[in-house]
């Protein structure tokens, strides 16, 4: 089981930046599928983005294509999430989870594809 930590939420201005970060323990996630989610106040669950495991492909979901980037630094076994041009419909909680590093690219937009989750970071988009 890994342990996952996520940090780096808050308020944010229309069209500023944040990075979230994802410390993970309990074991490398170098060989894991990182993905990070995120949920608004009455909506269900949504995919961000997610990179496959140490020197995969990363991918993003069609709502942040072109303004949040996923990266890993293994090293420091954590994960990222960069987030520019932020919009007020980003406002939600954002959660970095992980799952084998053999997950199929159909498969990474389903949150149930994912093993161990963090406990969520709130990041609040308004001027």
């Known amino acids: 089981q890994v342990q996952l930590v996520e940090s780096g939420g808050g308020l944010v201005q229309p069209g500023g930046s944040l990075r979230l970060s994802c410390a993970a323990s309990?074991?490398?996630?170098?060989?894991?599928?990182l993905g990070w989610f995120r949920q608004a106040p009455g909506k269900d669950r949504e995919f961000v983005a997610a990179?496959?495991?140490?020197?995969?492909?990363?991918y993003a979901g069609d709502s942040v294509k072109g303004r949040f980037t996923v990266s890993r630094d293994n090293a420091k076994n954590t994960g990222y999430l960069q987030m520019n041009s932020l919009k007020p419909e980003d406002t939600a909680v954002y959660y970095c989870?992980?799952?084998?590093?053999?997950?199929?690219?159909?498969?990474?937009?389903?949150?149930?594809?994912?093993?161990?989750w963090g406990q969520g970071t709130q990041v609040t988009v308004s001027s």
């Open positions: 309990g074991r490398t996630i170098s060989t894991l599928t």
């Open positions: 989870t992980v799952g084998s590093g053999s997950l199929i690219t159909s498969s990474l937009r389903d949150a149930s594809s994912y093993d161990d």
């Open positions: 990179i496959k495991r140490s020197g995969g492909t990363s």
